[in-house]
């Protein structure tokens, strides 16, 4: 199993972002997909995520501002974000919640290796 992530790098204040990831390789299925972030002096943190069923969740900071979308026949997630601001700045981590089989007895997670966003005017 692979989290291939794309977008990121630098973004002018106020700007729009695309990150797109997608989870490749044998699995069963692929319940959660989620972007999550580390900024300056921060904790991971989540950003978004949506279940199979387009469930999503946001982290406060990007509410309103930042959406999800799912394509669950290519098993991949796409954020938008927009007027992103200078605490906008940081790693960003595809997550996975993956049952490698219908047969396994719990869900595994996976982690993207992490795509640089940065902010600045």
């Known amino acids: 199993v692979q989290l291939q992530a794309s977008g990121g790098g630098p973004v002018q204040t106020g700007g729009p972002l695309t990150l797109s990831c997608a989870a490749n390789g044998p699995f069963h299925s692929v319940p959660i997909l989620a972007w999550y972030r580390q900024t300056s002096g921060k904790e991971r943190e989540l950003v978004a995520s949506m279940t199979r069923g387009g469930s999503a969740e946001y982290g406060e900071s990007v509410k309103g501002r930042f959406t999800i979308s799912r394509d669950n026949a290519r098993r991949t997630i796409v954020l938008q974000a927009t007027n992103l601001k200078a605490e906008d700045t940081g790693v960003y981590y595809c997550?996975?919640?993956?049952?490698?089989?219908?047969?396994?007895?719990?869900?595994?997670?996976?982690w993207g290796q992490g795509t640089l966003v940065t902010v600045s005017s």
């Open positions: 997550y996975a919640e993956i049952w490698l089989t219908r047969h396994s007895a719990r869900s595994m997670e996976y």
